[in-house]
């Protein structure tokens, strides 16, 4: 195991769920932490409780001039930037046929553009100082598909292949997908189908605690930098899917 103490580490959507679940495990690590969602309010508030090595800034990551002044803004706190955690991502799931396109191009949106905009914003940085880790929160949907999450499945199988590809492209930087399975978060609060939200509910009687993911991610930091954990995937143990 490697200390965390000397990292800058960047995590979006940090202000609910497992990335706000991530902060708090990787605070305690004496990591510097710069932390971005759009919910400023809630980053301030954990950053104000964790303490001064976590800084953050609101962050769209739709948008890529504002996800490379995220990242120029953390190195410009901290110094330097080691470690990107993509984790931000929505899931307004629905049945094709209802045809909710803006609900699809949304998750295109966060979960594919995103992830890509923070891959552009950190990967010169990490090519110069020839060391740096992107971790991508993927999903069990990244490997199976259900009825009304063609779309949500369709951006994490893109996210695995994306990570997929970053890994093979270069020697010395270290890619992982963490691939959780049902967790308790907001996750699909926005969703807009009376029916699918019932279901989600259902889903969500057999569910993990955002902790165990962050577990995980940290875990995969830990590594020393020869050793590139590829992939995670963490499922409750009464999980079927
Ligand atoms: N929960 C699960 O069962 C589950 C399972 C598999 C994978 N995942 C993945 O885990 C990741 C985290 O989700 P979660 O479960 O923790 O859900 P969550 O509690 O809803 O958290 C999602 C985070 O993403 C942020 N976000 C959404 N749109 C954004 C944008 N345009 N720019 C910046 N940040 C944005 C939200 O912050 P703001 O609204 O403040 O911007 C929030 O902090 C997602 O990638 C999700 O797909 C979750």
Not at 16 to 38: C, D, K, Y
Not at 114 to 129: C, T
Not at 139 to 160: E, I, N, Q, R
Request: contains cysteine.
């Amino acid at each position: 195991m490697t200390g965390l103490s000397d990292k800058v580490i960047l995590i979006t959507g940090a202000s609910s769920g497992i990335g706000e679940a991530t902060v708090r495990e990787l605070a305690a690590t004496g990591a510097r932490l710069f932390i971005g969602a759009r919910r400023g309010d809630r980053l301030q508030a954990l950053a104000e409780q964790l303490g001064p090595n976590i800084a953050w800034r609101e962050l769209d990551v739709t948008d890529a001039a504002n996800f490379k002044a995220f990242a120029d803004a953390a190195e410009a706190k901290f110094g330097r930037v080691d470690v990107l955690i993509n984790n931000a991502g929505v899931m307004p799931l629905s049945p094709l046929a209802a045809l909710k396109t803006d609900e699809w191009k949304r998750m295109i949106d966060v979960n594919i553009h995103g992830v890509l905009n923070g891959i552009a914003a950190v990967l010169p940085r990490f090519v110069a100082q020839q060391n740096g880790h992107v971790v991508n929160v993927a999903s069990v949907g990244a490997h199976l598909v259900l009825p009304t999450a063609a779309v949500y499945c369709g951006t994490k199988y893109a996210v695995w292949a994306i990570t997929e590809g970053l890994r093979q492209e270069h020697d010395d930087i270290r890619a992982t997908i963490i691939s959780p399975g049902v967790t308790a978060t907001e996750l699909g609060d926005d969703i807009s189908d009376p029916q699918v939200a019932a279901a989600l509910k259902d889903w969500r009687q057999k569910s993990l605690t955002p902790d165990a993911i962050a577990r995980a991610i940290r875990y995969a930091l830990e590594q020393p930098d020869g050793v590139d954990v590829n992939e995670v995937i963490v499922r409750p143990t009464a999980a079927n899917m």
